[in-house]
């Protein structure tokens, strides 16, 4: 038996995760991914107004708020059998695709790019050199030797006073880091700039959503937002999205191909075998005909062969999970029945559940949807994964990996980003030619079952409603995170993550950053300081990571 590595809890991620890895002749032998934290809303719902239920739901996370609430309400229009109005479709794509242009800079730049980035190196760099990298890279207007010595004088700042604030307690200087200081310094000052135009990003919700976070919006039946919309409020929505995309083309592409030009052996790194997408953005009526990020199945790393992907061949296993029973459940029947239990590695050891499709451990995100429309000639994806593959001289292979699924998620938000704006010019148009219709009237059945799909930044969503008696009998959702993070079922399968971490090379088993890197590419939403084992002294060490 190798030896063994527990990280918990993990930083830069929401919620309380645990990760545990046996590590043999230098690299990851085997894993285990624990969820520290009961959720339990589905018990909350139970009896309550279905017309209520994206509001609780939304309260599942301060991150992912208005995706919970759109696949609820879709759960619900499913169950009640009403459709809803064009104007109102295109309004719950825009605030989704707001969603992900804003989830995706926060999570390259602020959760995941210090897994790549040594911020301290950054003090070494040539502010000139910097400038003319810069330069060769990318578009932002802000640049120049004196905006970048000012970014280093800033750190610096912090060194001297003994606190470097957001970046302090990391591993910096970790021989893992392989980019130069001049590359460092532009992601570093790239990372300031980012913070600020995601609080700027984060008001496309408020616009369309009332408020963010916890968008008000939605209801069953369509939206609440459009009827009254000014020239002034589409205006500044547009602006803002321009703002951003203008951003994600000319800083967070060029960051993303500039630092994964020096970690090209990451392209065979932490991957996995199977692959799931409800897909995303419906364009009509006709799902999933006519959704933007089309929905597919892919097993074994098989692109000439994707499956269209069915909710009925879902089914959440427990025998490692702490509920009561072992039984795997398909959403519909399934059974939130708490019981806490010790944290044992050969039994139970995770409070998330362990979803299967076809009774497969299936990765979900962007990767998986990025996969699935690239092996379907999507015409919004697979032109810049080619060129992305080509600009780096990789093969397509090298997209089972940290390296693609971190590239996946760049790629993505540029498509949607564009697919925006002719959200936007439709929903002006309607309008201008007197179609103002947001909602759809319905009355509520005394029994009926629903389902709503969506796709968002972190992957597959799904939530399932059964109503009685006009109230909420059963309710089920299985979260991205759920795919990707679950433990292994009743006949030992791997969850996502557990699989990916298999082979990952650790140089220094005290500073395990290898770990983070996979990890953080998967975008956990699940929290953090690490405790790590000696494998000569058995000595715990407690680290604090950034």
Known sequence: MGNKIIIDPITRLEGHLRIEVE???GKVKDAWCSGQMFRGIEIILQGRDPRDAHHFVQRSCGVCTYVHALSSVRAVEDAVKVTIPKNARLVRNLLNGAQFQHDHLIHFYHLHALDWVDIVSALKADPVKTAILADNLSSDPKGGTVYFKGVQQRLQAFVDSGQLGPFSNAYWGHPAYKLPPEANLMAAAHYIEALRLQARTARLHAIFGGKNPHPQSLVVGGVTCVQDLSPERIAEFLYLWKETQEFIKNVYIPD?????????DWGGIGGTTNFMAWGEFPGSEKEPESLFMPRGVIKKRDLTKVGMADQEKVTEHVARAWYEGSKALHPYKGETKPQNGEYKPGGKYSWIKAPRYEETSCEVGPLARVLVAYAKGNTAIKP???DTLKKLDIPATALFSTLGRTAARGLET??????MEGWITEL???IKGGDIKTYQKWEMPDKGMGVGLNDVPRGSLGHWVEIENKKIKNYQYVVPSTWNFGPRDEKGQRGPVEEALIGTPIADPKRPIEVLRTVHSFDPCI???VHVIDPDSNEVYKVRVI
């Open 256 to 264: 993303l191909l500039a630092v994964a030009s020096f970690y090209k």
């Open 384 to 386: 810049l994964v080619d």
């Open 428 to 430: 002006v148009e309607n």
């Open 23 to 25: 590590i043999e002749d």
């Open 414 to 419: 540029v498509a949607i980003g564009d697919a």
């Open 527 to 529: 929290a953090c300081a």
